[in-house]
């Protein structure tokens, strides 16, 4: 299990939290690149001409970009969200060299040489089925707590059914402590994403609200949460 409180450039609507399950983006491609300590301003300088180039050549192409607060300070979230999976059958774009020839783009990404220590891709889907409703009057956060959780192999059905039962009990007895969930797909190799909005820095000191098993326990009674468990 991991856990990243990222800034919420990742948008609140990219994470589902405070729109209808109907208008939710149903897919989101996440991108996380790992850079050598000491390295963020010149990566960063990159990502501003990269957004640059993209607006210029006006490609309707949006990424959400996140650093984290707590964490490692030299990890990257890029996050992209799709409504069909038919969205991504787009036309190959070099935009750097598009944008600004193939020379200027050269000397643009020639500093993030041998900085870029890794980079991983994952593709999740929006599971409403498995998150609690937020209601209609759902506040921004101001930050995004992401909880991924690697299973099993082919204990999708069990978890997931667990999933399910924890959404419910939230919506019962924890309604101020609703979370976004995502199965994997492609490249999230059994790996669950949950978004977790904290709606205030000063709801970092309350704590993390009240824990899953005592949501089971006052939902459905000591014996069904234990069987749950």
Known sequence: MKTKLLLTFLATSLLSLSVSAQDAPQYVRVF???????????????????????????????????????????????????????????????????????????????????????????????????????????????????LTVKIKPYGNAIYEAYLAKVAEATEKVAPEFPFATYSPAAGADNTYGFANPILSWEALDEGPGMPVPQRLVEAYGAKEAQRLL
Do not use: C
């Open 32 to 146: 996380e690149a790992d850079v050598q300590p000491n390295s963020q301003q010149a990566y960063e300088a990159v990502l501003v001409r990269f957004a640059e180039a993209h607006r210029k050549l006006d490609t309707k192409r949006y990424y959400f970009v996140s650093t984290q607060e707590i964490g490692s300070p030299t990890t990257y979230t890029f996050g992209r969200v799709y409504q069909n999976l038919s969205e991504m059958n787009e036309p190959s774009l070099n935009v750097m060299v598009e944008a600004f020839g193939e020379e200027e783009a050269a000397k643009i990404v020639a500093p993030l040489d041998g900085r870029v220590i890794s980079q991983r891709s994952m593709m999740y889907v929006f599971r409403p089925d498995l998150s609690p409703d937020p209601g209609d009057d759902a506040a921004p956060p101001v930050l995004i707590n992401w």
